[in-house]
């Protein structure tokens, strides 16, 4: 059973992208929209001077620029760096195809368009999000961070590490040296070839 246990990190692994995305010193996130399917890593970097990443919800009835519920999304905490882009980043693994929508949660920082989209569908896009915000007086940051990892920039996103969930929609994992956040049972989606790739494995054993 180990053996096939490492078969199927090692084929998720494979096929698993990350990435990046940096929070500027310009009040935007690079790249602002992407495309992400499950098992990728979305990996944030910050930039001058102390910026965050929250997960938010499109059709919160609390409005734009407020967090997903506790749980269910994620969050970075603030990432204070005076000069030089942080030598810290936070690591969302993506549990599955879903439109979402992450902000920053510092000052007015989202209603000035400092929002990024993953996967966006329907009306569930970048432009109808940044629209909405625009009214925000001040964004609203979660009680603590969760639902990511905060890890040393340049250190693997992969390797044998715990996983843990981050709620509905999303789950954490871990790479070297990183601290691990969130909550409790591990969530996790396959990718249909990933598995059928194992069981052919499976039979051949």
Excluded: W
Excluded at 58 to 65: D, T
Excluded at 97 to 123: E, L, R, W
Aim: with cysteine.
């Amino acid at each position: 059973m180990r053996f096939l246990a490492t078969i199927l990190v090692a084929a998720v692994a494979a096929t698993a992208d990350t990435i990046k995305i940096t929070a500027q010193t310009s009040l935007k996130f690079s790249p602002d929209s992407v495309e992400a399917k499950a098992g990728d890593i979305l990996e944030f970097h910050f930039q001058p001077q102390n910026h965050s990443v929250a997960m938010g919800e499109f059709n919160s009835i609390n409005g734009p620029c407020v967090p997903a519920p506790v749980g269910s999304g994620f969050f970075s905490g603030y990432m204070p760096t005076s000069a030089d882009e942080s030598d810290k980043v936070f690591r969302v693994t993506i549990n599955n195809t879903d439109p979402i929508v992450f902000y920053c949660t510092q000052g007015q920082h989202c209603a000035k368009g400092m929002v990024g989209v993953v996967n966006p569908s329907g009306d569930k896009t970048l432009a109808g999000y940044v629209a909405k915000a625009g009214s925000v007086s001040k964004a609203v940051a979660p009680p603590a961070i969760e639902g990511g990892v905060i890890a040393d920039a340049g250190s693997s996103a992969g390797g044998a590490s715990s996983t843990t969930s981050a709620g509905s929609g999303q789950a954490t994992t871990t790479g070297t040296g990183s601290q691990k956040t969130g909550g409790a049972a591990p969530v996790r989606a396959y990718d249909a070839a990933v598995l059928g790739a194992v069981g052919l494995a499976v039979m051949m054993i």
